[in-house]
């Protein structure tokens, strides 16, 4: 049977809607008029719309003052907002219908509605709610599934597109056996890492290293590209598990007795902020767990490029400031500078 619709609330709520611009409108002339403001010119309800601001005497007005009055209309425009809006809550209570919000049938399980308990009458509701929920999540899980295997930057030399790290062998029960290379870029000794840098630092001369072990065996690469940025690198063997940016006059150290490292606080600049995170970027693309030296050669390159951040125009739109920011974006592949918003 066809659900009836109540037609007095309708009426009643876009009456109140009505009566409750016309109040608004008013609302707003008496405080753009301030103490001038004149009643007479109030909606009335010749127009749909009912103020009591009329009723207020000649005499009265002389009697008060200006400002008392001004103070008597806006109270009385405010009460008759106020018991409106109460009317149109009214009437779209009246027009909720309970069958518009369970529109899912779960069963048998729709008798537990019926508990004649007032605490569990809303069970079946809060049941639907949460199975939409779930659902709807179900939903979001797949989708970024489906975009995080085809990532291809991740920290390991596993790729779900590609199997040639796999191999496949027979148990002794038939079952397929998967063996995956275990990543070895971390197994690498102090001196072999110091070879690396002094390496980088022949090949680099406009960039100057310095080695430091505040974390045991840990490496950390104090690095300054000229007169331009200072940079932080953590290592962990070949591989770099950490990079920090900041511009050339900025210090990473910590003034205190132990003269830590700050390798967390950001830069207060937007522009070696950026830099900073296509840094990490560019960490993940260059990773590579079967070659880490040639990874961390790789990215000290890349990282090289920035020597010329305020110098070099966009190769895009060829200017060099972009919302007054240099290009601060750095193509993996041929190193060209672009902006943000450039970028291929």
């Given at each position: 049977?066809?659900?009836?619709?109540?037609?007095?609330?309708?009426?009643?709520?876009?009456?109140?809607?009505?009566?409750?611009?016309?109040?608004?409108?008013?609302?707003?002339?008496?405080?753009?008029?301030?103490?001038n403001?004149?009643s007479?010119?109030?909606?009335?309800?010749?127009?749909?719309?009912?103020?009591?601001?009329?009723?207020?005497?000649g005499?009265?007005?002389?009697?008060?003052?200006?400002?008392?009055q001004?103070?008597?209309?806006?109270?009385?425009?405010?009460?008759?907002?106020?018991?409106?809006?109460?009317?149109?809550?009214?009437?779209c209570?009246?027009?909720a219908?309970?069958?518009?919000?369970?529109?899912?049938?779960?069963?048998?399980?729709?008798?537990?509605?019926?508990?004649?308990?007032?605490?569990?009458s809303?069970i079946?509701?809060?049941?639907?709610?949460?199975?939409?929920?779930?659902?709807?999540?179900?939903?979001?899980?797949?989708?970024?599934?489906?975009?995080?295997?085809?990532n291809?930057?991740?920290?390991?030399?596993?790729?779900s597109?590609?199997?040639?790290?796999?191999?496949?062998?027979?148990?002794?029960?038939?079952?397929?056996?998967?063996?995956?290379?275990?990543?070895?870029?971390?197994?690498?000794?102090?001196?072999?890492?110091?070879?690396?840098?002094?390496?980088?630092?022949?090949?680099?001369?406009?960039?100057?290293?310095?080695?430091?072990?505040?974390?045991?065996?840990?490496?950390?690469?104090?690095?300054?590209?000229?007169?331009?940025?200072?940079?932080?690198?953590?290592?962990?063997?070949?591989?770099?598990?950490w990079?920090?940016?900041?511009?050339?006059?900025?210090?990473?150290?910590?003034?205190?007795?132990?003269?830590?490292?700050d390798?967390?606080?950001?830069?207060?600049?937007?522009?070696?902020?950026?830099?900073?995170?296509?840094?990490?970027?560019?960490?993940?693309?260059?990773?590579?767990?079967?070659?880490?030296?040639?990874?961390?050669?790789?990215?000290?390159?890349?990282?090289?490029?920035?020597?010329?951040?305020?110098?070099?125009?966009?190769?895009?739109?060829?200017?060099?400031?972009?919302d007054?920011?240099?290009?601060?974006?750095?193509?993996?592949?041929?190193?060209?500078?672009?902006?943000?918003?450039?970028?291929?």
């Amino acid at each position: 049977m066809a659900d009836t619709i109540n037609t007095e609330a309708i009426s009643g709520g876009l009456k109140a809607v009505k009566i409750i611009r016309c109040l608004v409108r008013d609302l707003f002339e008496l405080l753009s008029d301030g103490t001038n403001f004149n009643s007479s010119s109030l909606s009335n309800s010749e127009n749909g719309c009912i103020s009591s601001l009329n009723a207020v005497g000649g005499g009265n007005a002389v009697a008060e003052s200006k400002e008392d009055q001004f103070v008597s209309n806006l109270q009385t425009i405010i009460a008759s907002l106020n018991s409106r809006i109460r009317e149109l809550e009214s009437s779209c209570t009246l027009l909720a219908h309970s069958s518009s919000q369970i529109s899912l049938n779960l069963g048998n399980s729709a008798l537990l509605g019926q508990d004649p308990a007032f605490e569990r009458s809303l069970i079946y509701s809060s049941m639907i709610t949460s199975y939409r929920w779930c659902d709807k999540m179900l939903e979001y899980a797949t989708h970024a599934n489906t975009i995080l295997s085809q990532n291809s930057l991740k920290r390991s030399h596993f790729n779900s597109l590609t199997n040639a790290t796999l191999a496949m062998n027979r148990s002794q029960f038939g079952q397929p056996v998967i063996y995956r290379r275990k990543t070895m870029g971390h197994n690498y000794s102090a001196p072999q890492v110091d070879t690396l840098c002094h390496l980088f630092q022949r090949h680099f001369p406009d960039m100057t290293l310095e080695i430091v072990r505040p974390f045991g065996a840990n490496a950390v690469l104090k690095i300054t590209l000229e007169r331009v940025l200072k940079a932080v690198i953590v290592l962990r063997g070949f591989i770099i598990e950490w990079i920090m940016v900041k511009a050339y006059h900025e210090e990473f150290e910590v003034e205190n007795k132990y003269n830590h490292i700050d390798i967390w606080s950001e830069s207060r600049y937007e522009v070696f902020r950026k830099v900073t995170n296509h840094a990490n970027a560019a960490m993940l693309h260059f990773y590579s767990p079967l070659h880490p030296d040639l990874a961390v050669r790789s990215f000290f390159q890349w990282l090289h490029s920035y020597s010329s951040l305020f110098s070099k125009p966009c190769r895009k739109c060829e200017c060099r400031l972009q919302d007054n920011l240099p290009p601060t974006w750095r193509d993996v592949r041929n190193l060209e500078a672009y902006h943000e918003l450039c970028r291929p």
